[in-house]
Structure formats: structure tokens, C-alpha cells
């Protein structure tokens, strides 16, 4: 963390800026690829073809951009977090829909006016050759996983049932594959363009078949992580400690999360996101949840020896992005299991907690927090009361008056929704610089 931090207040270039860029370079370096090979072999029968051959080139991009997105690529991950790739692989999958079915009815419309029939017959006519059957089967895989991510019908959908609906995904993903193959005005125009197009599909399957599959299989029969203990730290609040072989050389760090499956206890579809409530030592992992799920809430009656199935470590919320000698960690509910963690990993500069619960009952890991703050000669705030109610400690003036020098601090912010909104809300008011904010939702979204 200290050399981390050290080299962010050296003015060098911050890991998540420096991940964005990559990022963006490799897709604006895509985007000329294909507006290349678009300009050099693009033209159609007819104006509205070209147009729509147009659409199509840049939905295939779309669509490989997205497993880039999804694949966990853990350099990325850990420099801009889950949560922020989901979101941009939201936006990108509704470009994505919208490019494909405008190329969809620009190719219907297109062979409809050159054979000058109507666009019905001329659909049924298309949906008779293999290529484009395969284009419009790809299309209407999209539509579902679409429809069903709306914010509508996510949040009225088990998780469950709408995972496995997304998962069309992947039949849209092998299709559109087929389909672009066939497809030989496209994939085969050009020496160059057959090389390019399988350069990147395979770089995109390779990257996600060894980051959602290879990786967490071999990870997990490498390590064999099983539960070592149960510690209930309050009617609906539980620790599982996890053991495992060679745990000093599992790559995770304080304020990170994992996916967790007891395959033994509960069914092996059901997972759930959990920070390390302990910086990882190399001996064990610690989680501690709420009961707040039919999983979460099943965990203190985890059996000693199950074995336990991870994915991850994932997140950017860690002291890599430290950036200042000072810090302030804010922590709503059970959001205090990351902040407890980087609490046992830092080592340097001055550091301030604000706990913000219901009551003190609800304080979770309170006692720990307490002693590792005291320990470090940092401040620990224990905010009681409920939202709407008394003094707002997380409006602006409220922030300003529990930590005055606010504006030279990193702040590490993990709470509900709504109070973690409120939060950067304020941070932004006070004039906090964006480089110093750092906060991240966790969600298998």
C-alpha cells in the first residue's frame, strides 16, 4: 500500500486512468480496423445494403467488446472494479441491441428494393438461407436478454431466473459468430480482414473461457477452499472462515470481494457477492454477511469441512488507488466488512471512520474496528440514528464538521445504494477531487 500510495502522490498515472486508457485505445484502435475495412471492401448491392453492411461490422465489434467487458480480465477489474464494467457492459449491450436490429431491417429493406418486393415476403425469403437465419436467431437471443434487463422486469425477477435468461447471451454470441462466418463479403473480403476478424474472436472466447471458466476451476481445485469456522456476530449477522492450501499465493487484497458458492449446503447456482471482512494473511479468508437472503441467511448453518467454491478476487475498492498520506473510510450497515479490512492492511497516514447504523446493536465488527483504529491513532465516529431523521452527518456541513480537512483525504465509501448516492453527492459539493473518491457497489449484475 505504501509504495502504491507513494508513487499516486508522486503525480504518476493512476492505475484506474491508466486502465481506461488502454481500455479506450484498444477499442478507438478497433474502431479504425473496421472503418477501414469498411471503406476498402463495404459497398452493397444497393445504397441501403451498404449501409446496412455498415451496421453489421460495427455489431460484431459491439458484441466482442462486450465479452471483453464480462470476461473478468482481473488487471482490469482491479483498477476500474466490477461495478463500473457492468455498467458500461449495460450501455453497451442496448447500443448493441439497437445496432443489430437497425442492421437487421436496413438488410430486409435492402433486398426488398432490389428485388422490388415487400419487405414481409422479402423476410421469409431471408430467413430461408442458413447465414441470415443465424443473423436473425442472434438478433431476437439479444432481444430476450434485453427485455429481461430492463429495470422493470430485473427487479421483479430472481436473480436465478434472470441469469439464466442473460445467459442467451452466449447462444447470441455463437450465432452472430456463425453468421459474420458465413457471411463471406464481410469475414473473408481480404487476407487481412479473414486474419483480423479471427485474431480478435478468438482473443475474446480465449479471454472469457479462461477468465469465467478455466481460471476459477483451476483456482479452486488448486487451493481446495473449505470452511474452518462459523462465528455468529449477532442474531443476523454471521463470520465464515475459510481455509485452503497455499492461500499466501491467492492474489487478494483488503477491501475486495468473491463470489461464493457452498455447493455442499446450499444449490451450486445460488452465489452471492461477499467482501473479505479481514485483509487475507495467507493462512485464511474471512466473510461476514447479513441475513438477508435465503443464502446469506442459511451461512450460520454452513457445516465445519464444506467445501466451498470462489470466484475472484475481484474489485477496485483496495489501497492501490491510494492517492493521499490521509484517509477517511465511511461504512453504512455491513458495508464496514471492506472498511475493517483495509483497516488491517494499512499501515501509514492518518485515518478516520464514520459507522453509520441504526442503533449500536447494529454496529457490526464494531469492537474490532474500534481497537484497529485506536491502534493506528485514527478516529473512529459511530453514527447512530435512522435516514430522514435528526442531523444528517453526510450533507455537506456534516462532513465538512466531522473531518475538516476532508478535502485532503483518499475517502473509501461502502454503504446501501442510497446512502452511498448521498455520500458522493455531498463529496462533490465540498469539491472533493474525483481522484480521492473511491466507492464500489458489489452485485453479480
Same mark, same amino acid.
Given at each position: 500500500m505504501v509504495d502504491a500510495s507513494a508513487l499516486n502522490r508522486a503525480g504518476l498515472v493512476l492505475p484506474v486512468v491508466a486502465a481506461r486508457w488502454a481500455l479506450w485505445m484498444f477499442v478507438l484502435a478497433n474502431v479504425v480496423v473496421v472503418e477501414t475495412l469498411f471503406l476498402a471492401d463495404g459497398t452493397g448491392k444497393n445504397g441501403t445494403?451498404?449501409? @446496412?453492411?455498415?451496421?453489421?461490422? &460495427?455489431? @460484431?465489434l459491439l458484441l466482442l467488446f462486450q465479452l471483453l467487458l464480462v470476461a473478468r480480465v482481473p488487471w482490469l477489474d482491479r483498477r476500474i472494479g466490477m461495478d463500473r464494467l457492468t455498467v458500461w457492459h449495460r450501455w453497451v449491450?442496448?447500443?448493441? /441491441? =439497437?445496432?443489430?436490429?437497425? #442492421?437487421?431491417? /436496413?438488410?430486409? /429493406?435492402?433486398? @426488398?428494393?432490389l428485388d422490388d418486393a415487400s419487405m414481409t415476403k422479402t423476410f421469409l425469403a431471408l430467413a430461408g438461407v442458413t447465414a441470415s437465419l443465424l443473423g436473425v436467431l442472434a438478433a431476437a437471443a439479444l432481444v430476450v436478454v434485453a427485455v429481461v434487463s430492463t429495470r422493470f422486469l430485473r427487479r421483479r425477477l430472481r436473480y436465478e431466473t434472470w441469469h439464466g435468461l442473460h445467459l442467451l447471451v452466449y447462444l447470441a454470441l455463437g450465432l452472430a459468430f456463425v453468421h459474420q462466418l458465413l457471411e463471406t463479403t464481410t469475414f473473408k473480403s481480404s487476407g487481412f480482414a479473414e486474419l483480423y476478424w479471427w485474431t480478435l474472436w478468438l482473443l475474446a472466447f480465449g479471454g472469457l473461457v479462461v477468465g469465467r471458466i478455466v481460471m476459477p476451476v483451476w483456482r479452486n481445485a488448486y487451493h481446495r477452499f473449505q470452511v474452518a469456522a462459523v462465528v455468529p456476530e449477532s442474531d443476523d449477522v454471521? %463470520?465464515? &472462515?475459510?481455509?485452503?492450501? &497455499?492461500?499466501?499465493?491467492?492474489?487478494?487484497?483488503?477491501?475486495?470481494?468473491?463470489? =461464493?458458492?457452498?455447493?455442499? &449446503? #446450499? #444449490? =451450486? =447456482?445460488? @452465489?452471492?457477492?461477499? %467482501?473479505l471482512s479481514a485483509a487475507p494473511g495467507g493462512q485464511s479468508l474471512r466473510l461476514t454477511a447479513k441475513a438477508v437472503g435465503d443464502t446469506s441467511a442459511g451461512l450460520r448453518h454452513v457445516p465445519v469441512g464444506t467445501r466451498v467454491f470462489m470466484e475472484g478476487p475481484y474489485g477496485a475498492f483496495t489501497s492501490l488507488h491510494r492517492t493521499r498520506p490521509g484517509a477517511l473510510l465511511i461504512a453504512g450497515g455491513v458495508g464496514i466488512t471492506p472498511v475493517r479490512a483495509l483497516l488491517e492492511e494499512e499501515s501509514a497516514g492518518d485515518v478516520v471512520v464514520l459507522y453509520r447504523v441504526r442503533t449500536e446493536n447494529d454496529a457490526v465488527l464494531v469492537d474490532e474496528v474500534r481497537e484497529l483504529v485506536a491502534a493506528r491513532g485514527g478516529r473512529l465516529h459511530l453514527l447512530t440514528g435512522r435516514t430522514g431523521e435528526g442531523a444528517q452527518p453526510f450533507e455537506p456541513d456534516g462532513l465538512r464538521a466531522l473531518v475538516p480537512d476532508i478535502t485532503e483525504r483518499d475517502v473509501y465509501v461502502c454503504g446501501p445504494p442510497a446512502m452511498t448516492s448521498a455520500v458522493l453527492k455531498s463529496l462533490r459539493v465540498l469539491n472533493v477531487p474525483g481522484r480521492q473518491v473511491h466507492a464500489e457497489k458489489f452485485s453479480l449484475a
Open positions: 445494403l451498404t449501409v @446496412a453492411k455498415f451496421f453489421g461490422l &460495427h455489431a @460484431a449491450g442496448f447500443t448493441l /441491441l =439497437w445496432t443489430v436490429l437497425t #442492421h437487421a431491417v /436496413l438488410v430486409v /429493406l435492402g433486398y @426488398a428494393r454471521v %463470520s465464515v &472462515h475459510v481455509t485452503g492450501r &497455499h492461500l499466501d499465493r491467492l492474489p487478494a487484497r483488503a477491501g475486495q470481494f468473491f463470489i =461464493w458458492r457452498f455447493p455442499g &449446503h #446450499h #444449490h =451450486w =447456482w445460488l @452465489a452471492n457477492p461477499f %467482501s
